[in-house]
């Protein structure tokens, strides 16, 4: 619990900027990971990962286990189902329309039960210690991102993935002899199950390839295994005793990257060896150093705050620049002879999206480039298909995808929905706010939203109101697969996106000066209906005349409240009636068939509409029932206490990421082209603080409050401009200093800011 009396507020870092006039400092809070007994399972497992390799570290100690993967191994055989002469939008709308759901399912859905395309795993790593070991304590530092096993006989093993290295560390502090295994998964063994109707039970062994080609030496051991096509990939662990210490380094390397894997790897381990333990730690914690110093934030509940820290490690853990997207499993693939749940793959209906949305206030954009580097990059691919599929100039997105955005498959509804683009139009919106990097904007930003609007503009028709409207809309996942998941009017999901792709691409292009395109975009979205409403008590419906029916556990009906925005409670009491009746809707409906990201993403919207207790109720059943003991959210309710009727564990990440951003909702909010800071902190939360979360318009805001009062705000401008903060003062009177006075000014409760580039205004609570 945080005291009023004994807070410290954080210095801003901030190199280019001139020394604050008078500080207030805070102490990072300290967080681990810690387990009193072993973990079992691999999903138990403590992770580590650098965005390309991922480790998962378990066992008792007879052996430790260390579950090796890197985020490029995948099977990327093509569909042929995807390329018959029935795969193609006017066919499935006539299929549609003429009740054929066999043959629906045959082409779009069949596919996806085939063992490839599919994320892969790479084994894992077994350390057997010489006598009967037992296990005593393991601990995850995140300030480090080290996991640390203790075992009864005082040996000691230290584990990481280094931050900025593509290879994983191990040291051993021992005694005994420790005996070094790979296990490897059975690409081509025996399966029990030849024809699973589930693509969570898809044993490895159903990709069928050849036995991997094992080596061993002295000092290390490898296997290099061919995949499909021309893919192998080779994994090397190499070693090195030096009295009680025993040495470690592993990797793994594709034959996208060298055309001798084996050997690559060999010479990377020989190379980090040579380096040393201690070497390769102090450039590993010295990354993790300057990713804790982006921002940090102290709350009064501690299962929130404890949890934030959590996911916010493993978004570190998970997300580079220059490495793949997050997939629903990130670096960290299962082990247990089985494919990973719905093939580990990148679902656009959600996964991908929620996962980058702590990336945005968090003050992580470095990290988040990697998906919009990856969706640019894969730009051409999802043209293509657009083209090949719809039959339609512009630009739509593989709802499900491989490592190269080809589709994958699954319920046609939602893999094949004409809307995709438009949420990922999102991120590409949300990093150029947030950062104000206009060659951002003018190179990648604005094209993706004019290939967007493009395509919209060409699959929406005119129906006989005078208003676009889509032929085929759904709402993902609503009513599942079945034929009435096909709206006969547009739905509310839909509708959003494509209203939101239009707003924007009109003001982007304003940004840029091209009138032309902007007035185009204009008059698109003048072409679109309203949304869904019912007509009494005025929530947002599915469709035209259909409200949600049941608990459900995607709110996709609600996208123009959260992520998009288009409804807004600063809008005034429309708005604000609207998003309460909705999420009054949902409290009705209840939770029975929820997922925990369902209950991130109510967190989410809950802040939207100030509830700060909803919120806070939302994110704490999250972490205390929908986490597994590593952190890592497992979809169903594992706590027995009813929150939901799914109790399944596959793991997925998209609620872990969405749980982060839930609590910086909660602490700052920017979406309405004004900051504001906790606006929806509940009532209780006397004492909190925030170190440098960012907002649109790229400020550097850091907070505090103590004793129910904000005392103290500091903004620093990357950028300049007018920085429009609502004040969090109330009634009481303020100083700003580190700006000129007249580059001051106050509108009504609105304090406004008038910076220059590297400029930092401290506003302090006079007592």
């Known amino acids: 619990m945080l005291k009023g009396s004994t807070i410290i507020f954080l210095v801003l870092f901030l190199a280019c900027s001139p020394a604050p006039e008078f500080d207030l400092e805070l102490a990072r809070p300290q967080h681990s990971l810690e387990y009193e007994t072993p973990a079992e399972v691999w999903d138990e497992a403590m992770p580590l990962g650098n965005g390309l390799l991922g480790a998962l570290v378990w066992g008792d100690g007879n052996p430790l286990k260390i579950s090796l993967d890197r985020t490029d191994l995948w099977d990327l055989r093509p569909v042929p189902e ?3 002469p029935e795969y193609s939008y006017q066919t499935m709308r006539e299929w549609v329309a003429e009740k054929r759901i066999e043959d629906l399912q045959h082409v779009y859905e069949k596919p996806y039960r085939n063992p490839g395309p599919t994320k892969i795993p790479a084994g894992r790593i077994e350390l057997q210690l010489e006598g009967q070991q037992e296990f005593n304590h393991a601990k995850l530092e995140l300030e480090t991102a080290q996991a640390t096993i203790e075992l009864n006989d005082g040996s000691i093993a230290e584990v990481f993935v280094h931050a900025s290295r593509p290879t994983g560390v191990i040291r051993i502090q021992t005694k005994t002899e420790v005996k070094p295994k790979l296990v490897v998964p059975a690409f081509g063994g025996p399966v029990k199950n030849k024809d699973p109707q589930n693509t969570r ?36 662990l190499m070693w090195k005793n030096q009295g009680d210490t025993w040495l470690g380094i592993w990797t793994i390397v594709t034959s996208q990257e060298s055309p001798d894997p084996l050997k690559t790897a060999t010479d ?18 010295a990354w993790w150093a300057g990713f804790w110093d982006r921002s940090f934030l102290q709350l009064p509940n501690q299962t929130l705050e404890h949890q934030w820290y959590l996911e916010t490690y493993k978004f570190g853990s998970a997300a580079r620049s220059d490495t793949p997207p997050i997939t629903l499993q990130g670096p960290w693939t299962a082990d247990n002879g089985l494919l990973p749940p719905w093939k580990g793959d990148y679902h656009h209906d959600l996964n991908t999206e929620l996962s980058y949305w702590p990336a945005y206030s968090g003050n992580r954009l470095k990290e988040e480039e990697g998906f919009l580097n990856w969706l640019w990059e894969t730009k051409s691919n999802a043209q293509a298909w657009t083209l090949r599929f719809f039959g339609l100039p512009g630009l739509n997105v593989p709802m499900t995808a491989d490592l190269n955005q080809n589709q994958i498959g699954g319920w046609h509804q939602y893999t094949h929905s004409a809307t995709t683009a438009g949420w990922l139009a999102h991120h590409f919106y949300l990093h150029w706010r947030y950062s104000l990097d206009r060659e951002f904007l003018k190179q990648k930003a604005y094209p993706w939203f004019h290939a967007a609007g493009i395509f919209f503009e060409a699959v929406t028709e005119m129906d006989s109101k005078g208003k676009r409207t889509l032929p085929l809309s759904s709402s993902p996942e609503i009513n599942d697969n079945r034929l009435d998941a096909w709206f006969p009017s ?112 109510l967190a989410n919207l809950a802040a939207r509409a100030r509830d700060g207790r909803t919120a806070e109720e939302a994110l704490e059943i999250f972490a205390t029932a929908f986490c597994l003991r590593s952190s890592f959210h497992c979809n169903g309710d594992q706590s027995g206490q009813g929150y939901s009727r799914y109790t399944y564990r596959p793991f997925t990440l998209e609620g872990n990421f969405a749980f982060a951003a839930g609590v910086q909702e909660m602490l700052l909010q920017s979406y309405s082209g004004t900051i504001r800071i906790f606006p929806a902190v509940p009532e209780n939360w006397q004492d909190a603080a925030f170190s440098t979360l960012r907002t649109e318009g790229a400020f550097l805001i850091s907070a505090i409050r103590s004793e129910g009062q904000t005392t103290g705000v500091d903004v620093f401008s990357e950028k300049g401009g007018e920085c429009r903060l609502q004040n969090p003062f109330g009634d009481s009177a303020y100083k700003v200093r580190g700006i000129p006075k007249d580059s001051f000014k106050v509108e009504r409760d609105i304090l406004i800011l008038s910076m220059d580039p590297g400029e930092t205004a401290q506003i302090r609570l006079e007592r």
């Open 268 to 285: 990377r381990c020989k190379e980090a060896l040579e380096t040393g333990f201690e070497s390769a730690l102090d450039s590993h914690t």
């Open 82 to 84: 995807f390329n018959s």
């Open 201 to 236: 039970v898809m044993e490895v062994g159903l990709l069928g390839y050849p036995p991997p080609q094992e080596s061993e030496g002295e000092d290390w051991i490898a296997y290099h295994q061919k995949g499909w096509g021309d893919f192998s990939f080779a994994v090397v």
């Open 490 to 601: 547009i739905t509310n999901y839909d509708l959003a996106l494509i209203r939101f792709v239009f707003e924007k691409a009109a003001e982007l292009a304003g940004e840029l000066n091209l009138s032309q395109d902007s007035e185009r975009w204009r008059t698109r979205l003048k072409e679109m209906p309203e949304f869904a409403l019912d007509p009494e008590i005025q929530k947002l419906l599915v469709a035209k005349g259909y409200p949600l029916l049941e608990s459900h556990r995607h709110f996709s009906h609600l996208m123009a409240i959260h992520p998009l925005g288009l409804i807004r409670w600063e809008n005034g009491l429309r708005d604000q009636k609207i998003i309460s009746a909705s999420l009054a809707d949902l409290k009705h409906l209840g939770t029975d068939y929820w997922t925990g990201y369902s209950f991130s993403w």
